[in-house]
């Protein structure tokens, strides 16, 4: 018989968990520490995100559930009041620039009134291509993949994979041209 599988393996895993388990708030917590750390100085990128590439730069104030799960390319820029939450991986490849204000939400609640009212949630992966623009108050929606050189108008909502080269724009994200 396997043994029961921790909240934080089901997170990781993408599968329904209870971000109030013990082990996740310490995670948090530490979490919050290194922001504080970091949001008051800017050379501690390293001690917490998953991998961070040559030139990368992220402005203060920054937000993020976990830190580890933050995987950011080089070159990459995300401008003041980036939130990440990162309960499953985020993934940003080289040269990408953010805008301020930008949302990234890999975290996600079930669609079933009784599984919420148990406090689960889960997550599903973001990832983001080389060479992508996401415009100011942007906000990424769970399980979102952008392709390669991607252009993200500025306030849009992306509900769906946006493909390499696209250029979208608009509540929801709709392609402009290709």
Same mark, same amino acid.
Request: charged share 20%; hydrophobic share 40%.
């Given at each position: 018989?396997?043994?029961?599988?921790?909240?934080?393996?089901?997170?990781?895993?993408?599968?329904?968990?209870?971000?109030?388990?013990?082990?996740?708030?310490?995670?948090?917590?530490?979490?919050?520490?290194?922001?504080?750390?970091?949001?008051?100085?800017?050379?501690?990128?390293?001690?917490?995100?998953?991998?961070?590439?040559?030139?990368?730069?992220?402005?203060?104030?920054?937000?993020?559930?976990?830190?580890?799960?933050?995987?950011?390319?080089?070159?990459?820029? *995300?401008?003041? =009041?980036?939130? &990440?939450?990162?309960?499953?991986? $985020?993934? %940003? /490849?080289? !040269?990408?620039? #953010?805008? +301020? @204000?930008?949302?990234?939400?890999?975290?996600?609640?079930?669609?079933?009134?009784?599984?919420?009212?148990?406090? *689960?949630?889960? =997550?599903?992966? &973001?990832?983001?291509?080389?060479? $992508?623009? %996401? /415009?100011? !108050?942007?906000? #990424?929606? +769970? @399980?979102?993949?952008?392709?390669?050189?991607?252009?993200?108008?500025?306030?849009?909502?992306?509900?769906?994979?946006?493909?390499? =080269?696209?250029?979208?724009?608009?509540?929801?994200?709709?392609?402009?041209?290709?």
């Amino acid at each position: 018989m396997t043994a029961p599988r921790s909240e934080k393996q089901k997170m990781l895993a993408g599968e329904l968990y209870i971000a109030s388990d013990p082990e996740l708030q310490r995670d948090m917590a530490q979490c919050a520490a290194w922001l504080g750390r970091y949001n008051n100085h800017d050379g501690v990128l390293h001690d917490r995100l998953g991998a961070v590439g040559q030139n990368t730069t992220i402005r203060a104030p920054f937000h993020c559930d976990y830190g580890y799960n933050i995987f950011l390319g080089d070159n990459v820029f *995300l401008n003041f =009041g980036c939130i &990440i939450l990162d309960v499953v991986p $985020v993934r %940003i /490849g080289h !040269g990408t620039q #953010i805008g +301020p @204000g930008v949302q990234i939400l890999a975290a996600d609640h079930p669609r079933d009134p009784d599984q919420r009212r148990k406090m *689960l949630e889960y =997550g599903r992966p &973001i990832t983001i291509g080389k060479n $992508v623009w %996401i /415009g100011g !108050g942007a906000i #990424i929606l +769970p @399980g979102i993949t952008i392709g390669n050189d991607a252009i993200i108008g500025a306030g849009s909502v992306v509900t769906r994979d946006v493909a390499a =080269g696209a250029t979208v724009a608009g509540n929801p994200a709709r392609p402009l041209r290709s």
